[in-house]
């Protein structure tokens, strides 16, 4: 269906009692086609007034049921930044199966048949990764096909690095930690071996790690960042 026939219908199916406006549109068109029938020169203009009316009036009742056939929600999505100010150059995720596109304001994501999540909950995610801000936020998706959601950013926690150091299977006491190029934030594990550091990274991405350990041999190799614990074997 044409793009602008899925608007007229999502402008339509938000009217209230379908039901009542297509009968009142039926009785009025029922009305012309009678003044049609006892006019003469009029009879033609009145008719086709009595179709236009009844079109017009059964819209509501016809988009409800394509939408109820079809599934098709459009949720636009309009992201602000940590001022409150729009954010036209965010990247926008429409959750699991929803296609994103430009429109004025924001964006718009179109869910398709089969993609409405089964607990009717609709989730937006916004980010601007050079300026390390990111949103989300949820909407239910019920009897209007054309909601709004807003995505508010906000700044990205700073990731981390953090997990066990272990030997022979027990964890270390005293064992040297630090992100390579960061030797001032050194820390020594306590009893239970475990070490929580600055990642100096982003989530997911890798960072390159040092352990000193008397008696055992330095490690030094990648570790990924973010909220999983790690564990690092040494070794002598």
């Known amino acids: 269906m044409p793009a602008f026939l ?3 219908l999502a402008v339509a199916v938000q009217m209230s009692h379908p039901g009542a406006i297509a009968a009142a549109a039926a009785v009025l068109a029922c009305l012309l086609i009678y003044l049609a029938v006892s006019k003469g020169k009029t009879k033609i203009v009145l008719l086709v007034a009595a179709v236009v009316l009844a079109a017009v009036g059964c819209t509501p009742l016809f988009a409800y049921s394509y939408f109820a056939t079809h599934g098709l929600y459009s949720v636009h999505v309009q992201v ?3 001022d409150g100010s729009p954010v036209p150059n965010a990247t926008v995720q429409c959750g699991p199966g929803g296609k994103v596109k430009s429109v004025a304001g924001g964006v718009e994501c179109d869910i398709p048949p089969g993609s409405v999540p089964a607990d009717g909950n609709f989730t937006a995610s916004a980010s601007v990764e050079s300026a390390a801000l990111a949103g989300t936020d949820e909407v239910q998706l019920g009897e209007n096909y054309t909601p709004e959601m807003i995505v508010q950013l906000a700044a ?3 990731a981390r690095v953090q997990g ?6 027990d964890p270390i006491p005293g064992a040297y930690v ?3 190029g960061y030797d001032n934030e050194l820390i020594v594990t306590s009893g239970d071996g475990t070490f929580d ?3 100096h990274a982003k989530k997911g991405e890798t960072v390159q ?8 041999r330095m490690y030094a190799g990648p570790q990924k960042a973010g909220d999983n614990d790690i564990v690092i074997v040494m070794e002598r």
């Open 6 to 8: 899925l608007k007229l």
């Open 80 to 82: 602000l930044g940590v």
């Open 156 to 158: 990205i926690p700073p």
């Open 164 to 169: 066990t150091i272990m030997a022979d299977g």
């Open 178 to 180: 630090s992100v390579a």
């Open 197 to 199: 550091l600055p990642a």
């Open 209 to 216: 790690m040092q352990v000193k350990v008397p008696q055992f």
